[in-house]
């Protein structure tokens, strides 16, 4: 890591590794009690995933700030959706491991399904 990495607060551990990895766009739900806006990421096995440290400062819906956003833990293998975890939580339980980070971005690794599971059993916020 140079030092223009460490002066940003970032880490890479390969020049490479954002090449190959999924940006994902969000989707948006609306809240069935009071209709507030709800963004949400999907995080699956078997694929390194860019999230964005901040997505309430890159996304808005209808003009509308969203602030509630959340990660999904999906297994394409099991076909099911494991756990829904609140987004900042789970991205910090993430970044420790992340391959790679920087000032927007932190990139999840490629998980296994038991990976996954252990993340939501690390959740306080699992449902």
């Known amino acids: ?15 490479d590794v954002w090449e190959d990895a999924a940006r994902l766009a969000p989707r948006f739900y609306r809240d069935g ?11 699956r096995e ?5 999230l964005p440290r901040h997505p309430q400062m890159m996304y808005q819906v209808s003009g509308e700030d969203v602030f509630d956003w959340r990660l999904l833990l999906v297994s394409t293998s099991a076909n099911d959706l494991l756990a829904t975890l609140d987004y900042f939580e789970a991205l ?6 992340a391959p790679a980070t920087d000032a927007n971005f932190v990139l999840a690794p490629a998980c296994t ?3 996954l599971i252990d993340l939501a059993a ?3 916020s699992a449902q």
Do not use: C, V, W, Y
């Open 113 to 115: 399904t038991a990976d």
């Open 122 to 124: 690390r959740s306080r």
């Open 46 to 50: 078997d694929r390194r995933t860019m």
């Open 33 to 43: 009690d009071d209709g507030h806006p709800i963004g949400m990421f999907l995080l």
């Open 1 to 15: 890591m140079g030092l223009f990495d460490r002066l940003r607060g970032g880490r890479q551990k390969d020049q």
């Open 92 to 97: 910090d339980l993430i970044e420790p491991t």
